[in-house]
């Protein structure tokens, strides 16, 4: 690898673990339900960015992008039914804060 | 170079602007702007499809439904929000200082030892890597799809009477 593309490398890893950092504290940090799920949305571009990357390294950017196509398909089945079960959750307990959701059972 | 890290800073600065705002509607606008800016990434990055996808999907489709979810649920009142906005501020007041030190320190210490690279593909078309090599892969897609379809079904499903 050659000395330019190794440093690309390097700050492209830095701000893939920066976001990866901002997304892991959104998820933790926030009381709202729909932002748990942005939160995990922001962590699945940050690993969407370290396929394509990794591909683009090591001159496998067809399979990096076959991969990633399954990956988006994965993140919008994940989003639409978490979308539901928020809506539900919203339904039954009027909040979609976690901490308020008391009537589950478990 | 140069504008790979113009791209990359103002990537991190609309996550971290999708993290700190306090409305969701402008946190799911702010998703929206990190797609878009994460497609022309890829796309430089030599994956035009994948950006195409992340562009269209991502950017659109889940901004879609996250506005759609977000309008289902209870509208905030004023005095509410100002109370939230200064909640929110209080908690989420240490991201950026976060990110900067790590970043100061990642820039710092990151050291990537250096590593042998495979053997460049002889496949450049995602289309075939697709269908030929990984079409297992559109086997599992299409039970994760019809999962979630089942999935949002029973969701919203009325109870029989």
């Known amino acids: 690898m050659n000395p330019d593309t190794f440093e690309l490398f390097r700050y492209f890893i830095i701000f893939i673990i920066l976001i990866f950092i901002a997304g892991v504290y959104c998820v933790l940090i926030s009381f709202n339900l729909i932002r748990v799920l942005i939160g995990l949305e922001i962590l699945i571009k940050a690993v969407t960015l370290l396929i394509i990357l990794a591909g683009y390294i090591c001159d496998r950017v067809a399979l990096a992008q076959a991969i990633v196509l399954t990956l988006i398909v994965i993140e919008i089945v994940i989003m639409v039914v978490a979308g539901g079960v928020v809506l539900w959750a919203f339904k039954y307990n009027k909040t979609i804060d976690p901490r308020r959701l008391s009537n589950l059972r478990g | ?161």
């Open chain 2, 1 to 161: 170079m140069a504008l790979d890290l113009i791209l990359l800073s103002a990537l991190l600065l609309s996550v971290t602007w999708t993290v700190m705002t306090v409305r969701l509607v402008r946190s799911v606008v702010g998703l929206a702007l990190t797609s878009a800016i994460l497609a022309v990434i890829m796309y430089r990055l030599n994956s035009p499809l994948a950006a195409v996808f992340e562009l269209s999907v991502c950017s659109g489709l889940i901004s879609v439904i996250f506005i759609t979810t977000v309008s289902f649920t209870q509208r905030i009142s004023k005095e509410r929000l100002i109370i939230r906005r200064k909640e929110r501020l209080l908690r989420f007041l240490y991201l950026p200082f976060i990110i900067i030190i790590a970043g100061l320190l990642l820039v710092r210490y990151l050291k990537i030892p250096q590593f042998g690279l495979p053997e460049p593909s002889q496949v450049a078309d995602a289309r075939v890597v697709l269908w030929n090599m990984r079409h297992l892969d559109l086997l599992g897609q299409a039970i994760i799809i019809i999962a979630g379809v089942f999935g949002v079904v029973v969701f919203f499903k009325e109870p029989n009477k």
